[in-house]
């Protein structure tokens, strides 16, 4: 009986095919060309687009013919150049940015702790709300008549209003990025026992880090337009003022070629910052974690 049953199980033959590409398609991996690799390039399809404005610059200021009004960008190279070359345009510029670190700091560990308290308390909450709505569309060089009677003359002021400028725009971006975190996440993080602190650097700051990040390109920004813009004001402490000081300087003096130098140093602090530091948190960061593309 055994033997007519196993008689009755089928058999299958066993044979290999050769499989081999359809005939036309061609080389899946394709080597890229030396224009192709130019092309994915960022810095170099930035570089392009830096290379027209200036050239855009250079003739628009030619056919002007006024460089009272509006200098060359070869004679705002050659009065960039001389400013390096003397250490004005690089001591007023560690001024500025020494100035601009201690604010920035600040601010961002005043936001840490408002949106902790935020993420952690419903009295945090509703405290971080009120003083955003508050705060928040006052822009900071309203405050520099207060800073001048509160601080006087000098770097607590420009400081002051630093912090003021950061606080606010960090604090939503972190809140928003903590609220955006999902219920799956706040209860792994729960199921092991993660408590306040814990909580918020194990769960919260990971997962809501481009929310974070984002506060921060925005609070530098803002942090950085109205140190210049302060400077400008009052931006001389004892007998040493920054980069914004040294513009107002040179307008009085009417050495446009030195105005445009100056804000052209502004720009370039802007694109490093932009460009290396912060392109470099994103590499390491939210990049390398799968969490933005791009």
């Not at 130019?38 to 056919?63: M, Q």
């Not at 001389?82 to 600040?106: C, F, K, N, W």
């Not at 050495?255 to 502004?266: C, K």
């Not at 370039?268 to 470099?280: D, N, P, Q, S, W």
């Amino acid at each position: 009986m055994s033997d007519t049953g196993s008689s009755l199980v089928p058999t299958r033959p066993e044979f290999e095919r050769q499989v081999s590409a359809p005939i036309g398609l061609g080389d899946v991996a394709k080597p890229l060309s030396f224009v192709e690799r130019l092309g994915a390039n960022s810095a170099f399809r930035r570089g392009i687009i830096l290379v027209a404005l200036a050239l855009a610059w250079e003739l628009y200021a030619r056919w002007l013919a006024s460089p009272l009004t509006f200098p060359t960008f070869l004679e705002t190279l050659a009065a960039l150049r001389d400013g390096i070359v003397s250490g004005v345009i690089p001591q007023r510029l560690s001024v500025t940015l020494e100035t601009l670190v201690v604010g920035y700091a600040i601010g961002l560990v005043i936001a840490a702790l408002f949106t902790t308290a935020a993420v952690t308390t419903r009295f945090g909450t509703d405290l971080l709300s009120t003083f955003t709505a508050m705060f928040n569309p006052l822009p900071a060089i309203a405050l520099l008549p207060l800073a001048l009677l509160w601080f006087g003359l000098g770097r607590p002021s420009l400081i002051f209003v630093i912090v003021h400028s950061v606080l606010w725009a960090v604090a939503l971006n972190m809140h928003s990025g903590f609220l955006s975190v999902s219920e799956t996440l706040r209860m792994a993080g729960r199921t092991f026992g993660l408590r306040g602190m814990g909580f918020v650097f194990r769960i919260l700051i990971p997962a809501a880090f481009p929310a974070i990040l984002a506060g921060l390109k925005i609070g530098w920004a803002f942090a950085w337009r109205t140190l210049i813009a302060a400077e400008l004001v009052f931006g001389v402490s004892s007998g040493q003022g920054g980069l914004g000081w040294f513009i107002f300087e040179n307008r009085n003096t009417l050495d446009t070629a030195s105005v445009f130098a100056g804000l052209l140093t502004v720009m370039a602090v802007g694109l490093v910052v932009e460009g290396v530091i912060f392109r470099f948190l994103e590499a390491r960061t939210i990049r390398r974690w799968g969490m933005q593309n791009g």
